[in-house]
């Protein structure tokens, strides 16, 4: 089980965020009832069979906010409630069992991170002969990208450097499930960590 001290305890040196704004201006405008519109987006037909978004979500919904200016690279951050409603319109926040079978089709979540790490947007990570110190292969044009995380008392962590997406999988009435990848990591980790609904974290959204 990995855990994930950087959304627990960080270095002095990296207290981002003590004085930042969010903004709710930016991203898709919502197509109404609290979901999104989801034409235009980037997508992908992985090797598990499934099409996924290959890039993160950036719709202005309830429960998400904008970190100008990364939303417009990264995506916005969402609350897990949002992060369920926001994926519409024939398209779902994965489970557990969904992002279990997308790592198991790349060769394991032990080397997932490597291949599917989008090769720009990431620190120190790059291409198979680029001199980053690491590996970021998009192998499959999943385009996984860092897009931090906000913490439950607001601070903004790691844009990067590293990035949660939710999952639709429930542990609690207060937790749910996400997964990670880091900028030195080649894996993906996830599924036996419960979070709380309040983190806000990027949205990957898959097609029904």
Wanted: overall charge negative; hydrophobic content about 35%.
């Amino acid at each position: 089980m990995k855990t994930i001290p950087s959304k627990i305890i960080l270095a002095a040196g990296f207290v981002l965020a003590l004085a930042f704004t969010f903004s709710c201006s930016s991203g898709d405008d919502t197509s109404g009832g609290g979901s999104c519109n989801m034409n235009g987006y980037k997508k992908v037909e992985m090797p598990d069979g499934k099409t996924w978004m290959a890039e993160n979500l950036n719709c202005d919904v309830e429960g998400s906010v904008c970190y100008d200016p990364y939303c417009t690279q990264y995506g916005r951050l969402y609350n897990w409630e949002a992060a369920k409603k926001a994926c519409s319109g024939g398209w779902h926040l994965p489970s557990n069992t969904e992002w279990e079978a997308l790592l198991t089709s790349v060769g394991g979540d032990s080397t997932a991170g490597k291949h599917l790490k989008a090769r720009e947007g990431w620190i120190d990570c790059g291409p198979s002969g680029s001199g980053a110190e690491n590996s970021c292969e998009d192998t499959y044009g999943f385009a996984a990208l860092p897009g931090g995380f906000i913490d439950i008392i607001g601070l903004f962590w790691f844009d990067g450097e590293y990035s949660s997406w939710w999952s639709s999988s429930e542990y609690s009435a207060y937790n749910a499930y996400s997964w990670d990848i880091s900028n030195n990591w080649e894996s993906v980790s996830g599924g036996d960590i419960n979070i709380n609904k309040n983190y806000l974290f990027s949205v990957r959204c898959v097609q029904n």
